[in-house]
């Protein structure tokens, strides 16, 4: 069941892919028994106090698909998905893939705002949340986006009371007899492995989160290249800290390249060291990936209580720029070997590899997984840039995607008439021939690997009565890399807060990541000599402490 909006790989391409073994043509449910075959009684995930076997694991995932098409799901459907990290987000996610049922991954922090246009944009079938997170109703909120939807909507929660007329996840990933029979009714309703297998949000550029349509091929691919890079083995076990639902936590090699080969999975609720370091000591985690922002404060801690980390022997950085100082002492302070990722949900992926130099892995963002990776770097004329100059990244490949899931208009900007990603990031090539990032185009912020869309930040800000006009600002920050800022010219007469915007944020239920950090006033916005936002200028704003009633954020 092909879906409409998804923009493929041209014939001759994917014809290439598969002749040169790249994609196996492997639908990506097909893991879970060969995965079962041979790994049976290992154990597979562990949540907490439950721990599962491979074989535990695919006798629960198939029960939990087949109650899935009782519920009226089938092949070509898509449904929304906001879970963190535990043992039944794998379950969810691969017995969707069983039957050809594409979850779209919400993150945990989105909420009404970005989730109604999500279900709308994709038009769910259904949509699993957890009863409550973090102090979230987030079952109330699943209620009111699947009443707003035109056939009928199943609300599947975790955790807590259900209310009536939602069914509970973990009863229906209970397991029931009979598995052999189901696996063969199962196996039949395989999906096509060029169709898409599950749904990424990217950060964007513009507006609301746009969606990435993975396929099977693409993304069994992205898996084992990336674990075979990363050298994952059976004697892996991977701490998922950041949230799953991200491509990196996900499949870089992530919780589904450790599965692969037979490795354990561990779940962890949250990358604070506090809950990190006793689980990492608990399981003897090999590896684990996390974002520069958590890497540092993983650094104080290791400092601080020099908790037992013995067993880490890679710590995966990647979504944001690692600063150069925070790289060289990784490494030494953690004693494991550190690896850069520069990745994107959209597809290519870099890793500096495990055997570079020091000097390489803390100075690089790596280089790409295939030798079918093709990238360009071009200057502002669309020309490539000399040999080691910077210049933007434009790539293609076996597991980036041609364009993004039901996005036309936009895909006219984000991808050239023959097919390249223009990823807004700067970079050049070291003589080692990994990459640096060097910094970026695309007016988005990345706070602490969160992407922020500058002109979703504008636009609500505008929507606040006493704003007249608003711009956004990537703002530095010790901790986070970088954080928001936002210039308002007021309506004559009123005196807007950072606490009343960001109140206007909560109150139209936006993630929030995206609330403003640090509010300045001004009469008129910066503009250059074509009336566009001096971004430049603005920034200078930011310089100066605003002269304010107001007290500061704590
Ligand atoms: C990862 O994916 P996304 O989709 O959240 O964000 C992609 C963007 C990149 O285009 C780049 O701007 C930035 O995040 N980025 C980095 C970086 N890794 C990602 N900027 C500087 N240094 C890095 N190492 O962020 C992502 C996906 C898969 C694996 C790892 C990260």
């Known amino acids: 069941m092909m879906r409409t909006g998804v923009v493929g790989w041209p014939r001759e391409a994917a014809d290439r892919y598969v002749a040169s073994g790249l994609w196996r043509r492997r639908p990506l449910g097909s893991w879970v028994w060969d995965w079962a075959d041979r790994y049976g009684h290992r154990t597979a995930v562990v949540d907490g106090a439950i721990r599962l076997s491979y074989r535990e694991f695919a006798e629960r995932t198939d029960s939990l698909a087949e109650r899935l098409l009782g519920l009226g799901l089938k092949n070509g459907d898509n449904l929304l998905v906001q879970l ?13 893939q069983r039957i050809g049922v594409a979850p779209l991954l919400a993150l945990p922090a989105h909420r009404e705002h970005e989730l109604a246009h999500l279900a709308d944009l994709a038009d769910v079938a259904a949509i699993v949340v957890p009863d409550t997170l973090r102090g979230f109703d987030h079952q109330s909120l699943a209620a009111r986006i699947a009443a707003e939807r035109r056939r009928s909507c199943p609300v599947l929660v975790l955790g807590g009371e259900p209310d009536p007329g939602h069914l509970d996840l973990s009863a229906m990933l209970s397991p029931v007899s009979g598995a052999a029979e189901r696996r063969s009714r199962l196996d039949a309703l395989a999906p096509e492995p060029e169709e898409v297998a599950f749904f990424l949000l990217s950060g964007g550029t513009t507006g609301l989160p746009k969606i990435i349509a993975r396929t099977h091929n693409d993304y069994e691919y992205n898996v084992r290249r990336s674990s075979e890079i990363c050298g994952f083995s059976p004697e892996t076990v991977y701490l998922a800290v950041l949230p799953v639902a991200h491509n990196f936590a996900l499949g870089c090699p992530g919780v589904l390249g450790a599965l692969s080969v037979g ?19 608990r399981e003897r985690v090999t590896v684990t990936s996390v974002v520069p922002a958590v ?84 200057g502002p004329d669309g020309r490539p840039v000399e040999e080691g100059e910077t210049g933007e990244l434009l790539t293609r490949g076996p597991y980036t995607p041609r364009g993004y899931f039901r996005a036309p208009e936009h895909n006219v900007r984000a991808y050239t008439p023959d097919g390249w990603y223009r990823s807004g990031d700067l970079v050049r090539r070291h003589p080692s021939g990994n990459l640096v990032v060097e910094g970026r185009i695309k007016d988005q912020v ?8 500058i002109d979703e930040v504008e636009d609500l800000v505008r929507r606040v009565p006493e704003v007249a006009d608003a711009a956004a600002v990537a703002l530095p920050h010790p901790v986070l890399g970088e954080c928001v800022g936002v210039c308002v010219v007021p309506v004559p007469g009123s005196e807007p807060t950072l606490a009343r915007i960001r109140a206007h944020f909560e109150e139209r239920g936006v993630a929030a990541f995206k609330h403003p950090d640090e509010l300045r006033l001004a009469p008129t916005l910066p503009l250059t000599a074509v009336g566009k936002v001096d971004r430049k200028r603005l920034l200078d704003l930011f310089a100066v402490p605003q002269p304010t009633a107001e007290p500061p954020l704590g």
């Open 295 to 378: 890497a540092r404060t993983w650094l104080g801690a290791a400092d601080a209580a020099g908790p037992d980390l013995e067993s880490l022997r890679v710590l995966q950085v990647g979504g944001s720029v690692l600063p150069a100082d925070l790289a060289q002492r990784l490494a030494p302070t953690l004693g494991c070997t550190l690896q850069q990722v520069f990745g994107m949900a959209e597809g290519l992926l870099n890793y500096t590899r495990l055997t570079d130099p020091p000097f390489v892995i803390s100075t690089t963002q790596g280089r790409p997984i295939s030798e079918a990776d093709e990238l360009l770097i071009v």
């Open 263 to 281: 490795g354990r999975v561990v779940m962890c609720p949250s990358p604070r060291a506090a809950i990190a370091f006793p689980e990492l000591a």
């Open 84 to 96: 963190p990290n535990c043992w039944e987000f794998l379950g969810l996610f691969l017995a969707c």
């Open 446 to 453: 990345n706070r602490g690997g969160e992407k922020i869309a």
